[in-house]
């Protein structure tokens, strides 16, 4: 139990009442009473029995007399520097000879002619006792009681290293300047404490600067703020005053910021597959060739990792940086069993106890790799435009997944993936050709001219890489929280989920993948059929629907739904809603089946973009107004009109019109000959006897196929043959 704290009451003392510092100005012991001063310059009298019986009121710790405590926690034994230990105990010693006679202070364990006459306590007391140890240390060697810290021992001296042994032990021995308090700098005045701190706050939201430059800053301040008498402490002060404040500020200032950023969410604490999924995307740091022009070009690697077993349930390889639809589609290849391929063997199928392979190959009707598959329950994904898209986010809700995306500047929330980019490139990407280092300058002189694999045979090796290597690989410190010194992999943390909550084997439906395209609302379908971002599109499926209005009620009432491909554009998905099958909306005037190559939306767009510059859009009347204006003032003009002549001008110009009339012959009246008479009536007869079977026909004739229906049959992409089979003359006869 910790002796009561004694309050210093002299003036200039502090004290603590309510976590408020408070001064005492003066004190009035006649009249039991103190007077305080708060920072702010109240003053308050106060009686001594509401302070002793105050349970919060303490001494400051500023001004209290225990220095080796001020500040700080209370001192120990641990807190000596090296070698003062030796001296304390010694200290100890003498301390205990005085009190009982004996250094060791237990009569049972005597030391060699102990107790010595001056300090038996049965002759002695305990003043003689004092005043001898004083005599005894006086006579010592003076350099060798200065090593010993005993060169200055007095009878006050002894008294005071008691109390200090009573009330703290053998600590309470030890000299006041051996255990000096840390982090005091009398140079460090209010006024330059709070430049300090206006230098820190301003600096919060600026990009990193040096101490030297936050030195420069607290000097101007000071110099602005009281005046250019003030002292300011010296760089290497303020250096070590910043550190102990405010760290030292290794870390960026972009991270600096996010233990300020609100936190909406606590901790997740994951203990299932499928409870959380991260996804990310970056750039493949090894070169591949694209399959058009056999090309090294640099491809995109996105990738799915469950965080609580560490499996790479998904991956995908593009060419152009993800899109939001690539992004749909590896959280659907997340919930679709793996197929084998004809180069794995049979150890690279299902391997998981407890549900057999047959099961589930028959379950999902392909022979199925040993790679976990299952309905995602949250997805984590860091502040990326593609994972920020309005279609992604549609996405997921459609899965049924929740959407927890990373706190901003905090990578750590998804940490495993980031992690999962770094292992694979040490551990397969570095022993491939092609392979261009973790930035420019880890940048070989030229990978693109090595042997690099296809983009096929990337996404080939990557896959089983993953099946064959990285499932069955030693964890390490991922090892789960039940088992951390366990030796575990993906396969056997997944492997132990089965016996702890079984599997739900569920196969998304083929649908799902139209379901996952972006859709665009149409008012009607029309003849022509769909037109979606500039493209029209057409099928035999929407005759039974033009010109009418869907059946869909709700937000949308009467609008057709239409699914678009956007890395492939040459097709449309149109479900009917009769049947609910999808059927395809080819593109208007597209050959036959195979002709074409694939395009997505940005070759649509540039070709679009490229009709508008050179322009070849269509013009409405209003638009063309001016031109026709033009043509009509050049051949037309307004002075030319009949209204706008005068009397003699339009007199004139029927004169001449007579005159003209009276030159030019009569005309005659031809005559028809008789053949074509005969044709005439011929005609007539046929037409009035077509006419009479029109009238008779009951059913109605075949309505005429739409505009553009042509261009569909043929195909208008292939050129004429060139003809190189001309004739050749007949050579001369030799006998000639």
């Known amino acids: 139990m910790n002796p009561p704290l004694a309050l210093d009451l002299a003036p200039g003392a502090g004290l603590v009442l309510d976590g408020v510092e408070w001064t005492v100005e003066r004190h009035e012991p006649h009249l039991g009473r103190v007077v305080v001063v708060d920072p702010a310059g109240a003053r308050q009298q106060l009686t001594f029995r509401f302070l002793v019986n105050h349970p919060a009121c303490r001494p400051s710790s500023r001004t209290a007399a225990d220095g080796p405590d001020r500040g700080r926690q209370s001192a120990s034994v641990a807190d000596l520097p090296p070698g003062r230990l030796e001296l304390v105990r010694l200290r100890m010693a003498h301390l205990l000879e005085v009190g009982t006679g004996f250094r060791s202070g237990n009569p049972e364990d005597p030391g060699p002619g102990e107790p010595r006459p001056c300090y038996d306590p049965a002759v002695t007391t305990l003043t003689e006792r004092r005043w001898a140890k004083v005599a005894e240390l006086a006579a010592m060697d003076r350099q060798e009681a200065r090593l010993l810290g005993l060169d200055r021992v007095g009878y006050r001296t002894l008294i005071r290293w008691e109390r200090g042994r009573a009330r703290s032990g053998l600590i309470g021995c030890a000299d006041d300047r051996w255990l000096r308090p840390g982090g005091r700098h009398p140079s460090i005045s209010p006024e330059i404490r709070e430049a300090i701190f206006a230098v820190q706050a301003e600096l919060q939201g600026r990009s990193r600067v040096g101490m030297a430059t936050r030195t420069r800053l607290i000097h101007q301040y000071v110099r602005e703020t009281y005046g250019p008498d003030l002292h300011v402490p010296s760089y290497n002060t303020l250096r070590q005053v910043w550190h102990e404040w405010f760290g030292p500020s290794g870390s960026r200032p972009r991270n600096l910021g996010a ?31 694209e399959g058009v022009f056999g090309e090294p070009v640099r491809a995109h690697l996105a990738l799915a990792l469950d965080v609580f077993t560490h499996s790479l349930c998904a991956f995908r390889l593009t060419l152009v940086s993800d899109t939001a639809v690539d992004a749909a589609m590896l959280l659907r290849d997340v919930m679709l069993p793996l197929p084998m391929r004809p180069e794995w063997g049979p150890e690279m199928e299902w391997p998981y106890p407890g549900l057999p392979s047959a099961l589930v190959a028959e379950f999902a009707g392909h022979p199925v790799a040993g790679l976990p598959f299952f309905s995602p329950e949250t997805v984590t994904t860091d502040h990326g435009s593609v994972y920020r898209n309005h279609h992604l986010v549609e996405v997921e809700r459609r899965l049924g997944c929740n959407i927890l995306p990373a706190r901003a500047l905090r990578p750590p929330d998804k940490h495993a993936v980031e992690r999962a980019f770094g292992a694979i490139r040490t551990l397969l990407f570095e022993h491939l050709p092609g392979y261009t280092g973790v930035d420019a300058a880890d940048r070989g002189a030229a990978p693109e001219d090595e042997d690099v694999l296809t983009l096929e045979e990337m996404e080939h090796l990557v896959a089983t890489w993953i099946v064959g290597i990285w499932q069955r690989r030693h964890l390490g410190e991922y090892a789960p929280a039940w088992d951390v010194g366990g030796n575990h992999s993906p396969n056997t943390l997944f492997a132990a989920s089965f016996e702890q909550t079984g599997l739900g084997l569920r196969l998304p439906q083929p649908d799902l993948y139209y379901e996952l395209l972006p859709s665009h609302l149409i008012s009607v379908l029309r003849e022509r059929g769909v037109k979606i971002r500039g493209l029209w599109y057409y099928g035999d499926v929407l005759e039974p629907y033009l010109n009418e209005r869907s059946a869909w009620g709700g937000r949308f009432k009467g609008r057709w739904c239409i699914h678009r491909e956007p890395r492939d554009r040459r097709t449309v998905f149109f479900q009917d809603p009769l049947t609910h099958d999808w059927h395809e909306l080819r593109w208007t005037g597209l050959p036959p089946v195979g002709t074409v190559p694939a395009f997505g939306d940005r070759r649509v767009s540039e070709l679009l973009a490229a009709a508008r510059e050179a322009d070849m859009r269509p013009r409405t009347d209003a638009e063309l107004l001016p031109l026709l204006l033009e043509i009509l003032a050049a051949r037309v003009p307004v002075s030319s009109w009949k209204t706008a002549t005068t009397r003699s001008e339009r007199i004139n110009h029927a004169r001449a019109a007579a005159e003209d009339r009276a030159a030019a012959p009569a005309p005659v009246s031809p005559v028809t ?7 005439q009536a011929v005609s007539g007869l046929d037409a009035q006897r077509r006419h009479r079977r029109e009238e008779t026909v009951i059913t109605r004739p075949t309505k005429p196929p739409p505009l553009g229906a042509s261009y569909r049959t043929g195909n208008l992409f292939l050129l004429p043959e060139d003809d190189t089979d001309h004739p050749q003359p007949d050579p001369p006869d030799e006998g000639a």
């Open 259 to 289: 233990a300020d950023l609100p936190v909406r969410s606590g901790h997740v604490l994951v203990d299932r597959p499928g409870q959380v999924v991260a996804l990310d995307t970056t750039v493949l740091p090894v070169m591949v060739r």
């Open 673 to 679: 000959p008789m053949p074509q008479r005969v044709e």
